[in-house]
């Protein structure tokens, strides 16, 4: 495939840790492009070089402005390049996601080459249900902002997916434990390394091995959806508050009666007290 790319932006998935994932087709075009954009040079450097590939990298992260976007803008119209994440699908809670529409917006081609996950991977070992899920990237730094995350999805059918790092899984835990009652939730760390694992239980349950175990390396945190026997438990201020954060009373209050099956006037009555 090499030199017989078209001009345009190739989004490669990159190995999440094993490096014996990487693609046929992304080591192809790994090769056939004109330069590889990406966030650390460093780190897509030391694949390249295990792959015996040698191209030319151009950083991209999330500090890049208008000028970097625009410099790739104008190399992809005239010749192929590749864009990479540290690890895994460029875009997944990764930078990109400008690039990608500013290119459609000006009929540059794109294309998306599959790969490795993490959130996926983390959905297929935790044995919770997959019919459904719900990707949500990283949970908020701040207590605050993390309790009205989970309660403003605390209603949703799906198992819920997060990002998350080593240092905030006790914290993230505490919350969950205190906004989502009950739920099962699933922590899946180091995948596709040698040290892979994925343990199940309550909250709880998962802070006190890690307390005494602390972990390493980039986590997959994942919450059971909310089953019937945990509707009334709930948090249906935290839900209020969460949705009151962006709408009137009356909105929020339909939004959570739409969400929970409680009533809405009931609702409506205690939107106002919160306010």
Not at 99 to 118: K, Q
Not at 155 to 182: D, K, N, Q
């Amino acid at each position: 495939m090499e030199n017989t790319l078209s001009p345009g932006l190739y989004i490669v998935a990159t190995p999440i840790g094993n490096l014996g994932d990487i693609t046929l087709r992304a080591v192809d075009t790994l090769k056939g492009v004109a330069a590889v954009a990406c966030e650390d040079t460093r780190i897509t450097g030391k694949l390249l070089h295990h792959l015996g590939i040698k191209q030319r990298l151009i950083r991209y992260d999330d500090h890049a402005g208008e000028h970097d976007r625009e410099r790739l803008l104008a190399l992809m119209e005239a010749e192929p390049v590749a864009l990479v994440s540290d690890a895994g699908t460029p875009l997944i809670s990764d930078p990109g996601y400008r690039l990608v529409r500013t290119a459609r917006e000006r009929g540059i081609a794109v294309t998306s080459l599959p790969g490795a996950n993490a959130a996926v991977v983390g959905v297929t070992l935790s044995g919770l249900p997959n019919d459904r899920f719900l990707f949500a990237g990283f949970l908020p730094n701040k207590a605050k902002a993390r309790e009205d995350t989970l309660a403003s999805l605390a209603a949703v059918p799906a198992t819920l997916v997060f990002y998350e790092t080593a240092p905030r899984l006790g914290a993230s835990l505490a919350a969950i434990e205190a906004v989502l009652p009950g739920r099962e939730v699933a922590v899946a760390r180091e995948l596709t390394k040698k040290f892979e694992e994925c343990r199940t239980g309550a909250p709880s349950e998962i802070a006190a091995h890690y307390e005494a175990h602390p972990p390493k390396g980039e986590i997959v945190l994942l919450i059971a959806p909310p089953g019937d026997e945990a509707k009334g438990e709930v948090d249906v201020d935290a839900l209020l508050l969460a949705a009151l954060a962006e709408a009137k009373a009356s909105q929020a209050a339909a939004a959570v009666a739409k969400a929970t099956g409680l009533d809405r006037k009931t609702l409506y009555a205690r939107a106002m007290e919160l306010k």
